[in-house]
């Protein structure tokens, strides 16, 4: 059974702005979909942090806006990256047996043991897209780096990919790398040091030969 979420339409002639809804610590949404017609609607930013924390980032949703339910997903969101809350959410009205692009994160597991070694680990790839019917869609994706060593690579291919979903991202890609540390390396000039006067020297008051 689908966690419910409750939401408020927002449409029609007494609109409500959106800056009052957020005072009020609602998020304005809007519920799109093949057979639903784009609605706008609100839900409480507490409710919504619950239900997402419940579910995941991927999970179905029942949605009940005034009564009428959906089974939706939350295909995308806005963040204030200041205040770190947020600020809008759109919800895409699914068939639970009709497959669905989605994206994944990726989580790297474990201490590799290059970086121990002094490399430096990159991940140029957060997020892979998935197809799957909605219940089917991971949380998370996790690959372990832990036995990476300084020049290993970690591509798409390598997540696993058991799970009832197909990922469309190149199998090539790069989701993980070990470079070699760093070196510096003295730079050479080519000026050769004056070999100037002996500390012992300096300051020495001299006197004139007699003759």
């Known amino acids: 059974m689908s966690t419910v979420l409750q939401a408020k339409n927002r449409s029609g002639e007494k609109k409500i702005s959106v800056r009052k809804l957020r005072r009020e610590g609602n998020i304005p949404a809007v519920v799109y979909g093949s057979d639903v017609e784009s609605t706008a609607i609100y839900v409480s930013e507490a409710d919504f942090a619950r239900t997402i924390k419940q579910v995941g980032r991927n999970g179905v949703i029942s949605l009940d806006v005034d009564g009428k339910k959906w089974d939706v997903v939350l295909s995308d969101y806005q963040q204030d990256v200041i205040k770190n809350n947020i600020v809008h959410a759109d919800f895409l009205a699914v068939d639970k047996s009709t497959k669905i692009n989605a994206d994944v994160n990726i989580t790297l597991v474990g201490d590799a043991s290059g970086v121990r070694d002094g490399g430096i680990l990159q991940q140029p790839l957060f997020a892979v897209s998935i197809t799957s019917t909605p219940g089917n869609i991971p949380p ?36 993980a790398s070990i470079l070699p540390p760093t070196v510096e390396e003295e730079i050479d000039t080519g000026e050769q040091q004056d070999g100037g006067v002996p500390e012992n020297e300096e300051g020495r008051e001299t006197k004139p030969s007699e003759g």
């Open 140 to 175: 998370v994706l996790e690959i372990d780096i832990t036995s990476m060593q300084v020049g290993d690579v970690l591509t798409v291919a390598d997540l696993n990919a058991e799970g009832k979903f197909e990922i469309n991202n190149d199998p090539d890609e790069v989701i």
